[in-house]
């Protein structure tokens, strides 16, 4: 795909995700990797409903801005999530409302942070860990992400919102949005005794479509 296409791909998803209140004012940014190592990435304090696609930024595979504006300043998370999910060709990062409420709750496990609830959340965003809160832009998150050793294609970071990774933009969009559905639904369910997918159900489902899940396998994926 050109690079003219992808900036435009770009500005279609963000657009789609801002209507529809998924990310709100000047929140939220995406990535894509390009072939050549370099990114295309969504600038900082810019709408993700209101994309130029000749502004977007365009960096190159040591994080250098060659063109466009300057780009957002969550580069350091974008960076960790790529650096260890080899398969990575797109990021997408949200302040989604039910995402976001999800981080806050206290019975929240770090190593899973939503039971399974539904055969699409597993399929689209697999497993999702919970890393600490860091101050938006803070490098350290990127350290926290690195700790995960690339097991997880969607991360939520504390009190801020979702990251995901994706094997392209359409796939990491889609992921996210089942992320967000999926943690309503658990706010929507909790403390009310819900029936959960049984251990043989997300066996069944792993075993059917091939799924890299952190709990069902004992060495590191990248």
Known sequence: ???????????????????????PGSSGNISLRLEDGGWLVTPTN?????????????????????????????????????????????????H???????????????????????PYYLMRAGETALVPYYRPGD?????????????????????HGPVVAGDSLEAAVFATEELEETAKLYLLLRNLNPRFLSPEQVADLVKAFD???PSHHDHDHD
């Open 211 to 213: 799924l890299d899940l």
């Open 139 to 159: 490098p350290a998150v990127a350290d926290a992400i690195r700790g995960l050793a690339g097991k997880y294609s969607s991360v939520l970071l504390a009190n």
């Open 46 to 94: 810019a709408s993700l409903g209101f994309l130029d696609p000749a502004r977007i930024s365009r960096l190159d595979a040591e994080g250098r801005l060659l063109s466009g504006d300057k780009p957002t300043k969550e580069i350091p998370l974008h960076t960790a999530l790529y650096d260890t999910r080899s398969s990575a060709r797109a990021i997408v990062h949200l």
């Open 1 to 23: 795909m050109s690079d003219a296409r992808l900036r435009e791909e770009i500005c279609r998803y963000g657009r789609s995700l801002f209507e529809r209140g998924l990310t």
């Open 96 to 118: 989604s409302t039910h995402a976001v409420a999800l981080t806050m709750l206290p019975e929240i496990d770090p190593r899973a942070a939503l039971p399974p609830m539904t």
